[in-house]
């Protein structure tokens, strides 16, 4: 499909006389695997190639898709047509070609996926659920063990320089292990994803579900206080993936983000920033360009506290009167591009406020150690507010005491962070969300 596509799509949507048109190719190879008793319960392997063409005519946009090559003529017809019925909003256009552009700027791209072989893969995964129920007794069983392997290519196209192409990568593992004692059960989560094979260890992210749910076995209710909340960098990542949102140019400009009216206010606690950037090498979120050809870029939304800035596209930078900061995304050829994340991550101020994770807990007299929160969707990202089931550790007197269950903790997101007393030193990325652990004040917690 390719290449050979692309200029063929924007040819015949310019010949019939569009002011700008852009096309854009994905294709993909993947292979899922999930395993259970060491047997392969589930495997697909697909490959899947589709594109799509956008058109602007007068200030209208017109956008259609296929996967069959063979109708491009008929696809570019019908977004033509479609734009004769879209509202005129001298906001939409194209991005220009950005000069000069090095495709190979960020490492996205691993051979040894490409050259890993299905019985490999398998190995891979069964080493998942295996190392799971190695690592302590009480892991009775395996709810979901799975390994993905992904190729793509992506090319994009413009009617006003933009002609590019690039391949890459990216892996996962995930388990979901149980732990039982008498008539306790207890499940403990990890994963683990990059573009590149070696930085996944599929044994450790067996290990990792497994001490999770071992360490809630136990569990106890507590009684309703207001102290300190030790955020484990899973459910502290999940919190920042709330105010990735909000972030957004898109969001801010519909009204529906935290942060309307708030640019170059303290909005957080002055000790971290908050940045989004898609050229760290092998990093899920990272690519040399945007989904709509922009060269992605590394930028500090929120920096010592104070909010700086927003994610763009180039529709939400034309309406702004800004540049598009390489953050249009697609969740496919059948999407149009929106806004969102590259790599979107915490990182300390400096080093006078981080802290490694077991003199944290010394500094902590009362408070709780939240592994897992419940209902983090339910969190709202237009007013901040949110209420979260949570499991975890009790810590009284710098000493973890037991395990705790049916714990909330409530309050504002706002809040949450301008409370922020430590950044951890433990920095990790579930999918392109990455966070340390971080300490908090000041929380309400009920049982």
């Not at 206010?265 to 990093?283: C, M």
């Not at 870029?297 to 596209?313: A, C, D, M, P």
Request: with cysteine.
């Amino acid at each position: 499909m390719g290449a050979e596509l692309t200029v063929k799509l924007i040819e015949i949507a310019l010949n019939k006389g569009v002011d700008e048109a852009e096309a854009y190719v994905r294709e993909s190879k993947n292979l899922s695997i999930e395993v259970k008793k060491q047997q392969i319960d589930t495997i697909e392997s697909s490959v899947t190639a589709g594109y799509c063409i956008r058109v602007v005519k007068d200030s209208r946009l017109g956008f259609s898709y296929s996967t069959n090559p063979d109708e491009i003529k008929a696809v570019a017809e019908k977004a033509i047509e479609a734009s004769k019925y879209s509202e005129p909003d001298s906001h939409i256009g194209l991005p220009l070609k950005a000069e000069p552009l090095n495709m190979t700027s960020v490492e996205v791209f691993d051979n040894n996926i490409t050259l890993l072989s299905e019985n490999d893969a398998i190995d891979q995964v069964f080493l998942i659920e295996s190392s799971a129920l190695r690592e302590d007794k009480s892991i009775k069983k395996i709810r979901r063990a799975s390994g993905s392997f992904t190729i793509s290519n992506t090319y994009i196209m413009n009617s006003r320089g933009i002609n590019l192409h690039y391949p890459s990568t990216v892996c996962s593992a995930s388990i979901m292990a149980i732990a039982e004692e008498g008539n306790d059960s207890q499940i403990g989560w990890d994963y683990e994803g990059s573009r590149f094979l070696r930085n996944i260890s599929f044994e450790q992210v067996g290990r990792n579900a497994a001490k999770r749910a071992v360490q809630l076995l136990k569990s106890r209710k507590i009684t309703p206080i207001k102290g300190f909340v030790l955020l484990d960098n899973l459910v502290s990542s999940g919190f920042l993936g709330i105010l990735s949102s909000s972030l957004s140019a898109e969001s801010v400009q519909k009204k529906k983000s935290i942060f309307v009216g708030k640019m170059g206010e303290l909005v957080f606690n002055q000790r971290f920033n908050i940045i989004d950037s898609g050229l760290l090498d092998e990093k899920p979120g990272s690519k040399p360009v945007d989904d709509e050809g922009v060269p992605t870029t590394s930028k500090t939304l929120i920096e010592g506290g104070i909010l700086s800035g927003f994610l763009h596209n180039t529709y939400t930078a034309k309406v702004n009167g800004e540049m598009s900061t390489g953050n249009a995304v697609r969740g496919g050829f059948r999407d149009l591009p929106s806004v969102g994340p590259t790599n979107f991550y915490i990182e300390p101020v400096s080093k006078e406020h981080t802290g490694n994770i077991e003199k944290t807990i010394k500094m902590v007299d009362k408070g709780l150690y939240v592994t897992e929160t419940m209902g983090m969707h339910t969190a709202n990202p237009i007013t901040g507010e949110f209420s979260v089931g949570a499991s975890g550790l009790w810590i009284e007197n710098g000493e973890i005491k037991y395990p705790v269950k049916e714990a909330v903790i409530s309050g504002n997101i706002l809040h949450l962070f301008k409370n922020v007393v430590i950044i951890g030193d433990d920095l990790k990325f579930y999918g392109n969300i990455g966070s340390p652990f971080i300490l908090i004040e000041g929380i309400d917690i009920s049982g």
